[in-house]
């Protein structure tokens, strides 16, 4: 199993099996991402999906705020000017890494969304299996009032989650959509009151984390490559996820469970 790396300042990362949770830990910055927090994002997630205890991930933050992009502000305080190039040389092994890990490993993850999820915090949320929004979170892609361009793929998963029409308005015009706004588009899985986002995604997590493991992970791996692939080629992944989820312990245990009329105990194999 690859080790968990030791999360730099701003991060916490707790394993308690069968389930990781992630916190963001700035509120102070509204839970701005540095370079190193991106990097141990990256590296703990693939860590997660190689340890065998691990059934679910919840994503969280600190305060009173989701995340509000990549800290900026931060990297130009540093008083050092980088080369010509710098972004194109960086973004590939950074940000650009980020939100295609989360889509393609087969740990579910579930993140839980209050105030602002701007930039790079949105991607967090619309990358994530499943987001539990506050009705009043604000989502929000302001990469062309800032005079620059979108980044993370959010110009990728926008369009793909609330429609080509409203994407453009999220992300050429920089509308702000409430939480609520969000779960009747689509963009993200639910929309509860503030007060009850932590247990709606505890519990949530929990569900993914004592189900069947294997069916699960390959489900997610269907869901998203499905996207881009014809129906014949989806057709033969499908019967091979079949395949595979069928020899699992799960499955047996499911065959069991009904032929004793009890509920099934998942054990993840």
């Known amino acids: 199993m690859k080790p968990y790396p030791t999360p730099p300042e701003g991060l916490l990362v707790v394993s308690a099996p069968p389930i990781l949770t992630i916190t963001l830990d700035r509120p102070q910055r509204r839970n701005a991402l540095t370079d190193d ?24 933050a600190t305060g009173d705020n989701f995340c ?20 194109s040389r960086r973004m590939p092994y950074l940000v650009n890494r980020l939100i295609p890990v989360m889509l393609e490993v087969q740990v579910p993850i579930v993140c839980a969304v209050r105030g602002w999820a701007v930039g790079l915090g949105l991607s967090l949320a619309l990358a994530s299996d499943f987001a539990v929004a506050a009705d009043d979170a604000r989502l929000r ?19 793909r989650l609330a429609g080509v029409a409203r994407a453009k308005g999220m992300l050429m015009l920089g509308e ?25 995604a505890v519990a949530l997590t929990g569900q993914l984390a004592s189900s069947a493991t294997v069916a699960v992970g390959l489900t997610k791996t269907l869901v998203q490559r ?5 129906l014949e080629a989806h057709l033969s992944e499908e019967a091979f996820a079949m395949e595979l ?12 469970s009904r032929e004793e009329g ?4 998942f054990t993840g194999h």
């Open 176 to 200: 702000e959509v409430s939480g609520a706004e969000a779960a009747e588009w689509g963009l993200i899985y639910r929309a509860v009151s503030a007060d009850k986002v932590d247990a709606e």
């Open 226 to 230: 499905g996207r881009e692939r014809s």
């Open 37 to 60: 927090i991106v990097m141990a994002l990256i590296d703990t997630l693939e860590a997660a999906s190689a340890d065998e205890e691990i059934r679910a991930v919840l994503l969280s």
């Open 68 to 87: 509000s992009g990549f800290d900026l502000a931060g990297r130009a305080g540093d008083g050092n000017r980088p080369r010509p190039g710098s972004i």
């Open 245 to 256: 989820s069928s020899r699992s312990a799960d499955f047996r245990e499911w065959a069991a």
């Open 141 to 159: 892609a302001p990469f062309t009032a800032m005079g620059i361009t979108p980044d993370s793929g959010t110009s990728w998963l926008l369009p």
């Open 262 to 265: 009890r509920p099934p105990d």
